[in-house]
């Protein structure tokens, strides 16, 4: 049976995908009483990105369905009750109707875990993802866009896949595109189809060095 649950919700222009680090400048009345109350019963608030209005001040905006919990894991208390906050993402979520009774959005969610699948499917989509990546972020370094530790690059298939999908250096839009989808090797499918593309327009520019950018 699917546990549904009451999580707070922080609307914002940027897509979170578990594993990855967000840290946050806290200053608005409404979210500082939600972060206070995430620390305070230590419990993690809802990462969702924006699909109508605004992230800050005026009327709360409307999010997309699908977004990711976050942790926090440091806080930093400043002036006036602001404060900045390192949080990690956990659990991928769907919202299934959303309250306006507190300052802040409220959800009835549930967890939106990938699809399982067998281990072979897995460990398939992330050995054909695996060098995309890496070729990737040597461009980017070649480029002096990026530095990035490749030793850091996980095995875990999952993690692989969402370290993927937070690198790319695509629209938001086609970020929560990426969180929404359900099976973990239709999105390394999806995220190889991406790297490609980015990697032959990175390609276009013109401080590049062919050797370096060779595809395999």
Known sequence: MVEVFELPLFPLNTVLFPGMFLPLHIFEERYKEMINLCLTEKRPFGVVYIAAGTAENGPLPEPHRVGCTAQITQMQPLSDGRMNIMSVGQDRFRILSLSHQRPYLVGQVELAPFTPEQDVTLTQASDQLRPLVLQYLDILAHLGKVEFDKSQIPTDPHT?????????????????????????????????????EEVSLLRLLPDNDDAAFSLN
């Open 160 to 196: 692989l896949i969402y370290l993927a999908a937070s690198l790319l250096q695509v629209s938001t839009e086609q970020k929560q595109d990426f969180l929404t989808q359900d099976k973990a090797s239709q999105l390394s499918l999806t995220l190889q189809r991406s790297y490609r």
